[in-house]
């Protein structure tokens, strides 16, 4: 199982670097990966299991946060009878909407392990297009908070953290033209 201290911090250089496309067949190593990825982000959304094993709550997380330099994401959200997990290998936002968001309750993110004044300017709706874990192409339309996750995700593939796109000088800047969610 991973644990928090696998997680890089944003002290670490690796996360600044752009990940490397993925090619298929995957080897085992990723598939390993992805499927604790996904294991540690539905556990940390669960409240006894992210006690229990001391996690921090995450909706998704990139390869290189836990040191891989590949073009993968995993994100886990929550619905009425579970979790919706999305594995998409080699993503690419291909259309996004005009109008834009923000977490009005501030963006998260597992490797920043501080408070983040401000806000981070979203498409409210994407779509993604990758490869599952069997080298299918996918698609996926997302809104809202999905939306939100995937841009963060693909962010971290290209080297960039959510605190980067908060203006230091003016952290709420222009928060009057987008909606907050």
């Known amino acids: 199982m991973l644990k928090m201290k696998d997680i890089l911090d944003e002290k670490d250089k690796r996360l600044r670097l752009i990940s490397e496309e993925v090619t298929f067949p995957l080897t085992k190593e990723d598939k390993k990966n992805m499927k604790l990825m996904e294991e540690y982000l539905v556990n940390s959304q669960i409240e006894e299991m992210a006690e229990k094993y001391n996690l921090r709550p995450g909706m998704g997380m990139a390869a290189i946060q836990i040191g891989v330099p590949k073009r993968y994401i995993v994100i886990v959200q929550e ?32 490797s920043v392990n501080r408070e983040c004044e401000g806000i981070v300017p979203r498409y409210a709706r994407v779509t993604v297009e990758g490869y599952d874990m069997d080298g299918n192409k996918i698609k996926v339309r ?17 080297g960039i953290l959510f605190v980067d796109k908060i203006d230091p000088k003016n952290p709420y800047k222009d928060m009057d033209l987008y909606r907050p969610i």
Request: glycine share 6%; proline share 2%; with cysteine.
């Open 79 to 110: 619905v009425e009878d579970g979790f919706d997990s999305y594995i998409v290998i080699n993503p690419k936002i291909v259309s996004n909407s005009t109008e834009m968001i923000y977490v009005e309750d501030g963006e998260g993110c597992l």
């Open 142 to 158: 997302a809104r809202e908070e999905l939306a939100i996750a995937f841009q963060h995700e693909i962010d971290h593939l290209n």
